[in-house]
């Protein structure tokens, strides 16, 4: 039986999720503060893309999305989202069409919210959209839609920056990294006569922009850069999310594969080598993936190798690399992650390993100078002696593990971290030797500071 419009649907907030908005989304004019478009993604976050529940009106607790955009606990902060929300049915998307030689032109403008409801007893936040806004949420064609990780918008501290990633993000998705810069201004919403002068452009909007989501989001090599030069103007822009992998994926591989695998951006030359493994040849992708976005191969191949290889190998059932080999590009062809509704955590496990890969190739860096061996050894012992305190304080080491779970799986390989033998402490478990290889890891790129003896903080 179909939903009535007037039922409200219940959304969990809790947990991390991805975003799915609609294309058209991206590049839309709207005005909102940083608060009020975290919020909007957080909640957009919440919902099925996949499947329209017939519902208009949403409820969800309060105190979650509070949680979210680290809104200090010790306010009102169920009120303070209330009234983020009931700012929201006050702007919207406002869109017009170039004129005629009549003057007419095509008018759309939806607000983001048409009613808000807040009860202060049970932190229920009730919101209804309006009919008009319901096609940037629902109604997603195939392909035709952004997957943005939250954590990146909501660690974002300003209005350029949210929409500057959004909307490139969106251009890289369809493999463009070429753009116009007027096409860029009308992109991020940069549409005054302030922005005129391209070094005001460059100096107050594009340098700040970059550095912030360098510095607060996954993407630490993204770049914008600019064909301008010594006697010649800036008419285009290049940018990229990753940088060149410096390592060798494809040593001792022949050639032709892999100038094959190259043509991809670093995230998915590794998980093309990680399918490798398990009889994928590149030979195989011809022109299959042309057009096809980043994080749907990511998303389908670690299916592959996650929810049906190493879910067949525990059960005595192995294939054969002859088989699994030709799994990888119909499972992108048949989007076999989206319909299981594991999308969001295999792309997860993606990023994950690109940024452990990371982390061995910093570490292989500095082992390769002699004189580091003996530094090596010392961090070794000192994330030894960091990890032998942390099991001092149950609290803090439930903890550091949970935050750093997802690398810790991805470091523990296709059987997972035992969390339960990890907060025994009992040094033959496999656990403890990958806490170890992790904080020597955090150790050598100063992302945890080398202890003196016996103080953890």
Known sequence: ????????????????????????????????????????IVFVATLDPYNDD??????????????????????????IVANIFADLSTKGIHKRSSADRHGEMNVFAANFVSGVAYDKDSHILQLEIPKMMRPYLFALKEGAYLSLDERDIISLD?????????????????????????????????TTPYYDDFKRLKGKLILPVSKEIRKHTDYKDFFIN??????????????????NNDIDLFEGIAPDKVAICKRFSPMVQISLKLAMNHGFDPSYIENKLDGVPDDNIIANFHYVEFEIINKDKKKGKDKGPEVYGKYFLKAVQEHWAEQSGKFDEMLGRGKTRQKYAKLEEHIAKAQEKEEVTTHALYIDEKAKEYLDNLY?????????????????????????????????????YREYKILVKFIVAKMTLR???????????
């Open 158 to 190: 300003s209005i350029p920056s949210i929409r500057t990633f959004i909307y490139l993000k969106n251009l890289d998705r369809q493999g463009i990294n070429t753009i116009g810069i007027d096409e860029f201004r009308q992109g991020v919403g940069a």
């Open 226 to 243: 600019d064909n301008g030069g010594r006697g010649r103007k800036a008419t285009l822009l290049t940018f990229g999310f990753y940088a």
């Open 54 to 79: 017939g519902s208009n009106i949403y409820r969800l607790n309060a105190f979650d999305i509070a949680d979210k955009l680290g809104i200090d606990k010790r306010k009102a902060r169920g009120t």
């Open 1 to 40: 039986m179909e939903r009535q419009k007037d039922t409200p649907v219940f959304l969990q907030v809790l947990g991390d999720n991805y975003a799915k908005l609609a294309e058209s989304f991206a590049s839309a004019p709207y005005e909102l503060t940083p608060n009020q478009l975290k919020a909007w």
């Open 392 to 428: 001092k304080d149950a609290f803090k080491l439930d903890k550091f593990v949970r935050d750093n779970i997802k690398s810790l799986n991805a470091m523990a390989g296709k059987n997972e971290f035992n969390m339960a033998h990890a907060m025994t402490g009992k040094k033959n």
């Open 447 to 457: 992302e945890i500071e080398i202890p003196t003896q016996g103080v953890l903080f």
